[in-house]
């Protein structure tokens, strides 16, 4: 067992493997999709719950370094499926993928204005608009840079390990910001809720990850469901952090708070 954990690779996933599991031909499709549909909907609604929050309560749910994190991820994780679908037989899925994450890019490019214009002085303090404009764009200059390090590293060749991460951070990070902001304004018990659905979501035994490639086997890969239990314990420990804070106003300003 220590061997297993310590001394084996599971060896990496292929875009044959992709195209086999969501092809049509394959008689799963339907729940792969209901699947892999589940897991892009609960990663659209974290991000609706941002909207409202920073529209109405005027503060972010998340630190600005995840949305910069996550507008390189997408933006890159669009160009390298955009690639993967002119590379083999314009594949649905991968021009598919690429277009949810350029509509994720928007919702990142949304988040990150509203902190520039909204959240500026809680977030860098008294600065100019240029001057936090200046700092968005050399976090996104950097995680841009690390995020294809890292895929190289990994030898991830469409982003899919690097999505896992995405989910791994949105489990762990926004319960550390809202105990450290201290309040619940910008913050909300269904958010909290939607992170502990998608994060138990991505870590089930028959995950989008699994179901894409034998790579993201439990017999192949017992770390990634190990690091799936600790993201799981996290996103409950931010729901608790929520409930323990004080309550926030109904009203905030000319909007009701968000649940």
Same mark, same amino acid.
């Given at each position: 067992?220590?061997?297993?954990?310590?001394?084996?690779?599971?060896?990496?996933?292929?875009?044959?493997?992709?195209?086999? &599991?969501?092809?049509?031909? =394959?008689?799963?499709?339907? /729940? $792969? %999709?209901?699947? #892999?549909?589940?897991?892009?909907?609960?990663g659209y609604l974290e991000y609706m719950y941002s909207f409202a929050l920073v529209i109405k309560e005027h503060s972010a749910p998340y630190p600005l370094w995840m949305h910069t994190y996550y507008f390189a991820h997408d933006s890159?994780?669009?160009?390298?499926?955009?690639?993967?679908?002119?590379?083999?037989?314009?594949?649905?899925?991968?021009?598919?993928?690429?277009? &949810?994450?350029?509509?994720? =890019?928007?919702?990142?490019? /949304? $988040? %990150?204005?509203? #902190?520039?214009?909204?959240?500026?002085?809680?977030?860098?303090?008294?600065?100019?608009?240029?001057?936090?404009?200046?700092?968005?764009?050399?976090?996104?200059?950097?995680?841009?840079?690390?995020?294809?390090?890292?895929?190289?590293?990994?030898?991830?060749?469409?982003?899919?390990?690097?999505?896992?991460?995405?989910?791994?951070?949105?489990?762990?990070?926004?319960?550390?910001?809202?105990?450290?902001?201290?309040?619940?304004?910008?913050?909300?018990?269904? %958010?909290?809720?939607?992170?502990?659905?998608?994060?138990?979501?991505?870590?089930?035994p028959n995950n989008m990850w699994a179901l894409a490639s034998p790579v993201f086997s439990f017999k192949n890969n017992p770390w990634f469901y190990l690091v799936g239990?600790?993201?799981?314990?996290?996103?409950?420990?931010?729901?608790?952090?929520?409930?323990?804070?004080?309550?926030?106003?109904?009203?905030?300003?000319?909007?009701?708070?968000?649940?």
């Open positions: 067992m220590l061997t297993h954990l310590f001394s084996s690779y599971p060896g990496d996933y292929t875009a044959a493997q992709f195209m086999h &599991a969501f092809g049509f031909a =394959n008689p799963h499709i339907g /729940f $792969n %999709l209901t699947i #892999a549909g589940l897991t892009f909907l609960f890159m994780g669009a160009l390298v499926f955009a690639i993967a679908a002119m590379q083999h037989q314009n594949f649905w899925l991968f021009w598919g993928a690429s277009g &949810a994450l350029i509509v994720w =890019n928007f919702f990142e490019l /949304f $988040n %990150l204005y509203k #902190a520039i214009t909204v959240e500026r002085q809680a977030i860098w303090g008294p600065v100019s608009v240029w001057q936090a404009l200046g700092q968005v764009i050399i976090q996104i200059l950097l995680m841009v840079t690390v995020v294809n390090l890292f895929r190289i590293f990994m030898h991830d060749p469409l982003m899919f390990k690097w999505f896992i991460f995405t989910n791994v951070v949105m489990a762990v990070a926004p319960g550390y910001y809202w105990k450290q902001r201290g309040t619940r304004v910008g913050a909300s018990r269904g %958010l909290a809720i939607v992170i502990l659905l998608g994060t138990i979501n991505s870590f089930i239990i600790m993201a799981i314990a996290f996103a409950v420990r931010g729901l608790l952090i929520y409930n323990r804070l004080a309550s926030k106003p109904k009203q905030l300003g000319k909007h009701h708070s968000v649940w």
